[in-house]
């Protein structure tokens, strides 16, 4: 049983090397968090470790990949729901997954979450924008859509560090009334 790759052990020694990285995360940056960071805080060796991961970015990215699967599905955008409505779920799902999403957010342009994430909501955006201010130059619009991602990225990170009591619905209030609505 000991060599099976999924076993009760794998997966509780996989999940404390996990919780000690992310206890890492809310304390330090990514750069500077060693293998043997989360070893101390995990208390496992570095072999163990090194049975599971090459180094702390693989487990970053083995993290956000298990994000991945569990948001995308959440934040499906329907073609006739609203940016608002929809940044709203997106905000509750990125507070529930504090601290990694303070540092996805820090480091949006590295985030294949991010990325994904923007990507599901991007044609709508696009579409709503067009209309709101009365253009259709793709150029132009692409613009108003990186003004979106960078300003709604950079209220959820200020938001999550400093946890000041401000609720999910509140943030996502003040973040509706900038966003373009349909008229």
Same mark, same amino acid.
């Given at each position: 049983?000991?060599?099976?790759?999924?076993?009760?052990? !794998?997966?509780? !020694?996989?999940?404390? *090397?996990?919780?000690?990285?992310?206890?890492?995360?809310?304390?330090?940056?990514?750069?500077?968090? !060693?293998?043997?960071?989360?070893?101390? @805080?995990?208390?496992?060796? @570095?072999?163990? #470790?090194?049975?599971?991961?090459?180094?702390?970015?693989?487990?970053?990215?083995?993290?956000?990949?298990?994000?991945?699967?569990?948001?995308?599905?959440?934040?499906?955008?329907?073609?006739?729901?609203?940016?608002?409505?929809?940044? &709203? @779920?997106?905000?509750?799902?990125?507070?529930?997954?504090?601290?990694? &999403?303070?540092?996805? !957010?820090?480091?949006?342009?590295?985030?294949?979450? *991010?990325?994904?994430?923007?990507?599901?909501?991007?044609?709508?955006? *696009?579409?709503? #924008?067009?209309? @709101?201010?009365?253009?259709?130059?793709?150029?132009?619009?692409?613009?108003? #859509?990186?003004? #979106? %991602?960078?300003? %709604?990225?950079?209220? %959820?990170?200020?938001?999550?560090?400093?946890?000041?009591?401000?609720?999910?619905?509140?943030?996502?209030? %003040?973040?509706?009334?900038?966003?373009?609505?349909?008229?």
């Amino acid at each position: 049983m000991a060599g099976i790759k999924n076993n009760r052990r !794998t997966i509780y !020694t996989k999940k404390i *090397i996990k919780e000690a990285f992310l206890e890492l995360l809310s304390e330090k940056e990514l750069q500077k968090i !060693t293998v043997t960071d989360i070893c101390k @805080r995990a208390d496992v060796n @570095r072999g163990t #470790f090194y049975n599971y991961y090459t180094d702390t970015i693989d487990l970053f990215h083995q993290i956000e990949a298990q994000l991945i699967e569990k948001i995308l599905p959440l934040i499906k955008i329907d073609s006739d729901e609203e940016l608002a409505s929809w940044l &709203s @779920r997106l905000i509750t799902i990125l507070k529930e997954a504090q601290p990694l &999403s303070s540092i996805l !957010t820090r480091n949006y342009q590295n985030s294949h979450l *991010i990325k994904a994430i923007f990507q599901e909501v991007h044609e709508v955006a *696009i579409e709503s #924008f067009g209309t @709101r201010y009365h253009e259709d130059d793709p150029r132009l619009l692409e613009y108003y #859509f990186t003004y #979106f %991602v960078r300003g %709604v990225l950079g209220t %959820v990170e200020e938001w999550l560090i400093n946890d000041d009591g401000t609720s999910a619905d509140d943030l996502s209030r %003040v973040l509706a009334q900038v966003l373009p609505s349909e008229e």
